[in-house]
């Protein structure tokens, strides 16, 4: 299976309607409430003021690449905010955009993400504080798949700084750095010992991840995961396959599916797809050429059986409900 595409994150998702998605939701309005208070109070007429909203860099002095992030300046005698959001450039693979993200950023204004300006970025006036805020909550949950705003910390500095707590962050300077120690239940699963009892595991290279992941999936489906010629698990749903892929640049583990192929109109299932993704929190769709692949990426170290194990039937069950509906609107083929 050679066809990837970057996206999705590790988690299980509520269901729509529930009282944990409600909550959900009203924690990341409160989010951007915040976000556009604090922005009206970046006027300092030196240009001082500057906020950076970040998710924790595991590796910082990696060379892949670095998590999602959000940035802000004031300037032109504080009456204006640059905006930034982190570009391609920059970011993770698996958090960087595709063509229907990139578009979505260009569509509300948006400028940058190429060779002269590596970020996305927009000016506005403070008074439009609330539409920076809006733009920047939504790119943070719905195109980077942050889980909860509360991962989210913040380093601010300026005159306005005094009043950074408004945002119901932590600073990163506060977030405690520990060493890494191997959890009570790490270590390298041998032959055919059980995976799915285990709380967390770190595996040493990626050919111990491969293991792990088989492992898994022999114990959860009760027999030997068929792999392909890309070294990929298959496994089989709706009459069709679905890969499991342990990444070769990182350690993650993607589920993938093409759901539908030779769609009529690629501008129109660019907006079913949109919509797909503006409602799921964890999977996500793309198109590539005629062709709309559903991708699901989690990490693997440290590798999570649990989250896996969830992972596949949410993955499934997505598959399930939305690819005889999607293959009607676009006028796609599946299988």
Same mark, same amino acid.
């Given at each position: 299976?050679?066809?990837?595409?970057?996206?999705?994150?590790?988690?299980?998702?509520?269901?729509?309607?529930?009282?944990?998605?409600?909550?959900?939701?009203?924690?990341?309005?409160?989010?951007?409430?915040?976000?556009?208070?604090?922005?009206?109070?970046?006027?300092?007429?030196?240009?001082?003021?500057?906020?950076?909203?970040?998710?924790?860099?595991?590796?910082?002095?990696?060379? *892949?690449?670095?998590?999602?992030? =959000?940035?802000?300046?004031? /300037?032109?005698?504080?009456?204006?905010?640059? %905006?930034?959001?982190?570009?391609?450039?920059?970011?993770?693979?698996? &958090?960087? $955009?595709?063509? +229907?993200?990139?578009?979505?950023?260009?569509?509300?204004?948006?400028?940058?993400?190429? %060779?002269?300006?590596?970020?996305? &970025?927009?000016?506005?006036?403070?008074?439009? *504080?609330?539409?920076?805020?809006?733009?920047?909550?939504?790119?943070?949950? &719905?195109?980077?798949?942050?889980?909860?705003?509360?991962?989210?910390?913040?380093?601010?500095?300026?005159?306005?700084?005094?009043?950074?707590?408004?945002?119901?962050?932590?600073?990163?300077?506060?977030?405690?750095?520990?060493?890494?120690?191997?959890?009570?239940?790490?270590?390298?699963?041998?032959?055919?010992?059980?995976?799915?009892?285990? #709380?967390?595991?770190?595996?040493?290279?990626?050919?111990?991840?491969?293991?792990?992941?088989?492992?898994?999936?022999?114990?959860? &489906?009760?027999?030997?995961?068929?792999?392909? +010629?890309?070294? +990929?698990?298959?496994?089989?749903?709706?009459?069709?396959?679905?890969?499991?892929?342990?990444?070769?640049?990182?350690?993650?583990?993607?589920?993938?599916?093409?759901? =539908?192929?030779?769609?009529?109109?690629?501008?129109?299932? =660019?907006?079913?797809?949109?919509?797909?993704?503006?409602?799921?929190?964890?999977?996500?769709?793309?198109?590539?050429?005629?062709?709309?692949?559903?991708?699901?990426?989690?990490?693997? /170290?440290?590798?999570?059986?649990?989250? $896996?194990?969830?992972? #596949?039937?949410?993955?499934?069950?997505?598959?399930?409900?939305?690819?005889?509906?999607?293959?009607?609107?676009?006028? =796609?083929?599946?299988?």
């Amino acid at each position: 299976m050679t066809n990837t595409n970057h996206g999705g994150t590790p988690a299980g998702t509520p269901r729509e309607g529930s009282d944990a998605i409600e909550e959900l939701d009203a924690l990341w309005e409160k989010l951007e409430e915040d976000l556009t208070a604090y922005l009206s109070t970046m006027v300092d007429p030196d240009e001082g003021d500057h906020l950076l909203i970040e998710l924790t860099d595991p590796d910082p002095e990696g060379d *892949a690449g670095c998590p999602p992030y =959000a940035q802000f300046a004031g /300037f032109g005698d504080g009456r204006m905010i640059r %905006a930034e959001v982190s570009g391609n450039a920059y970011l993770l693979p698996q &958090y960087q $955009l595709d063509e +229907d993200g990139s578009d979505f950023f260009a569509l509300m204004g948006w400028s940058g993400n190429d %060779a002269t300006e590596q970020n996305w &970025y927009i000016e506005r006036t403070v008074t439009s *504080a609330d539409e920076i805020a809006n733009h920047v909550v939504w790119a943070i949950r &719905y195109h980077f798949g942050v889980v909860h705003p509360q991962l989210l910390t913040y380093q601010a500095w300026g005159p306005a700084a005094d009043s950074a707590d408004i945002l119901g962050l932590c600073a990163t300077a506060e977030v405690p750095v520990d060493e890494p120690t191997a959890p009570a239940t790490a270590g390298t699963v041998r032959g055919r010992e059980s995976v799915l009892n285990r #709380l967390a595991l770190k595996p040493v290279d990626r050919d111990d991840l491969l293991h792990i992941v088989q492992s898994l999936l022999r114990e959860k &489906y009760e027999g030997e995961p068929p792999i392909d +010629d890309d070294g +990929d698990f298959v496994l089989h749903h709706l009459g069709q396959p679905v890969w499991v892929r342990v990444r070769g640049d990182q350690p993650a583990v993607e589920i993938m599916a093409r759901v =539908a192929h030779d769609v009529h109109s690629r501008r129109a299932t =660019a907006v079913e797809i949109g919509l797909l993704n503006r409602d799921n929190l964890w999977v996500r769709w793309t198109l590539r050429d005629r062709a709309v692949w559903q991708t699901l990426v989690l990490p693997g /170290f440290p590798f999570v059986p649990s989250h $896996l194990d969830a992972m #596949l039937d949410l993955f499934l069950e997505a598959m399930t409900s939305i690819r005889d509906d999607l293959a009607y609107r676009t006028g =796609a083929k599946v299988a």
